[in-house]
């Protein structure tokens, strides 16, 4: 029971943070088809903005809440200068802008490690975020806890702009017809930009919450960037909320796997059931499907 | 005269030296619901994809005064031009009243964009009214009936303030009931606006066109009213090969009246 327990929490805590680093990705390159492999860089950015922050305000409380809109927007404008620079010039190009964005992640890698140093960092956090919470005779990390809340949050926050704002409407209508958004007056190009603005924005967010599972370093975004692809693609291109399922899946099976072998092992194991998945399903856990005749 | 006029001149379209639009010169006044007809290839879906912007092309289309070439797509459509394409083409996964809401809030700022705004417009609600859908303003457009979508097209270029309308194939694949209501809800549109329709549907053409213009091989062909254009015999050289025909022949493809 102990062990269901914590197995269980542990795979939805892995999940939530899959979920957070893939969150955006599901917008940039699930519903744009960007292939953004900076995106893990944009990540490390709003680590690094976390990290910032609690440098010049001190106070770990306060600085953590402060980090996550400044990280929003750290993200957002990376990706809005990334789109507006290189992207719209290769779009329908994909693999010139996978070699492009690339080069773009090792850049900003490089950049972190001049800016601030090879070694990694710590950002520690609130007194209210660490220790335990005792539910039932288990305990569960606060920082855990909050993380899993902010993965929700974000989720919720996201379908709701999406499903209910004008400007979420418009996001969807480019991505189904672009031709079509155009003729009725919408700018695509400014609706690009807006989506790149919020996924990149979600990337530096899910910084944040990584200063909280240890300290961070100028390779914080490649461990990330693997996992948030494949969560995007199991889910189904283009679904939130596949992106969400598959991610709490993946948490799931890889605690698990993880829990009777090794990390190691569980990564390979992982993929090959990923593989496995994708032989059946080709087109991930949701499709879309409508009675369109084109 | 009215102001609201839609005048092609020397408008032209190659694509790697194909031409599919060959100089052609065009005016559709207000309150005219004019049909391009003509063969495949014609160049007829390729004359409005120019004026809508969505192909390049040279020459001068204007519309109300002003130039259309060479600006964005979605500055044209802001500018009262509105278009519907072959296959139905609606957002398929938003609903009746989104489609329509996304066409009729186009020039919206971007903090207008962010709030959730409550209740139906009435230019949405008019819209819908107008084209019979209001019963459906909560279907996802893509299971709508196929009449139904173009009927929704239709309608999120009325809440657009479309005042020049270029329809394509309207009533492809339409039962005749919905032809004949679509007929009419073109008529009645027309009265304000100029409406351009590019149709193979000859008896559709023959009922509602208030003038008609013949393209064949990118050139304007033909144009004048419904009778004029069937007697024309170039017309029914190009719909019926070289040599001379009888009234018969013509009547079986052109239809009565020629």
């Known amino acids: ?294 | 005269m009215n102001a609201d006029y839609l005048e092609l001149t020397d408008l032209t379209v190659s694509f790697d030296g194909f031409v599919a639009v060959d100089h052609v010169d065009l005016t559709v006044l207000q309150g005219d619901l004019r049909f391009l007809i003509g063969p495949n290839g014609a160049g007829k879906t390729t004359l409005i994809d120019a004026v809508s912007g969505l192909v390049p092309a040279t020459g001068r289309a204007e519309f109300g005064g002003q130039d259309l070439l060479g600006r964005k797509v979605h500055r044209i459509a802001r500018m009262g031009v509105g278009r519907t394409f072959q296959t139905a083409t609606v957002f398929e996964e938003l609903s009746v009243l989104q489609n329509l809401d996304i066409a009729a809030g186009s020039g919206r700022s971007a903090w207008t964009l962010l709030r959730r705004r409550r209740g139906v417009p009435p230019s949405v609600a008019e819209a819908m009214e107008t084209v019979g859908l209001t019963e459906l303003a909560d279907t996802p457009a893509g299971i709508l009936a196929h009449g139904q979508k173009q009927w929704l097209e239709i309608g999120m270029l009325l809440v657009q303030d479309a005042r020049l309308l270029m329809l394509d194939e309207p009533v492809a694949g339409m039962s005749g009931e919905e032809k004949e209501q679509t007929g009419h809800l073109l008529r009645r549109i027309s009265a304000d606006t100029t409406v351009v329709v590019v149709e193979h549907d000859m008896d559709f053409m023959r009922a509602f066109a208030k003038s008609v213009t013949v393209l064949h091989a990118g050139k304007v062909l033909s144009e004048g009213s419904v009778a004029q254009v069937q007697a024309d015999p170039l017309v029914q050289e190009v719909y019926l090969g070289p040599g001379s025909h009888t009234a018969e022949e013509a009547a079986i493809v052109l239809g009565e009246g020629v």
């Open chain 1, 1 to 294: 029971m102990d062990v269901l327990v914590t197995q269980v929490f542990n795979g939805l805590s892995g999940g939530s943070i899959l979920l957070l680093a893939a969150l955006g990705l599901a917008l940039t390159f699930g519903q744009m088809g960007v292939i953004n492999m900076a995106h893990g860089e944009f990540i490390m950015a709003g680590a690094y903005t976390a990290f910032v922050m609690q440098q010049v305000l001190g106070a770990a409380g306060l600085s953590l809440l402060v980090s996550l809109p400044m990280a929003f927007l750290v993200g957002g404008l990376l990706g809005v200068l990334l789109e507006a620079t290189l992207l719209r010039r290769m779009y329908h190009r994909p693999l010139d802008t996978l070699l492009v964005t690339w080069g773009v992640s090792l850049i900003l890698q490089q950049l972190a490690r001049d800016v601030f140093g090879t070694a990694g960092v710590d950002v520690p956090a609130p007194g209210w975020l660490s220790g335990p919470v005792e539910v039932l005779g288990f305990s569960f990390p606060r920082s855990r806890l909050f993380i899993l809340a902010l993965a929700i949050a974000a989720v919720v926050a996201l379908s709701l702009a999406l499903r209910l704002t004008p400007l979420g409407r418009r996001i969807r209508a480019t991505v189904q017809n672009r031709q079509l958004a155009e003729s009725s007056g919408i700018s695509t190009r400014r609706t690009d930009v807006l989506t790149f603005f919020i996924g990149s924005g979600l990337a530096g967010v899910a910084g944040v919450v990584l200063t909280l599972m240890g300290s961070i370093s100028s390779n914080l975004g490649t461990s990330y960037i693997v996992d948030a692809f494949l969560v995007v693609i199991v889910g189904g291109i283009g679904q939130i909320k596949g992106a969400v399922i598959a991610a709490f899946v993946l948490g799931t099976v890889q605690s698990w796997v993880e829990y009777s072998t090794t990390a190691s092992i569980a990564k390979v194991i992982l993929l090959a059931l990923v593989v496995a998945f994708l032989q059946a399903r080709p087109q991930g856990i949701f499709q879309v499907r409508t009675r369109s005749l084109a």
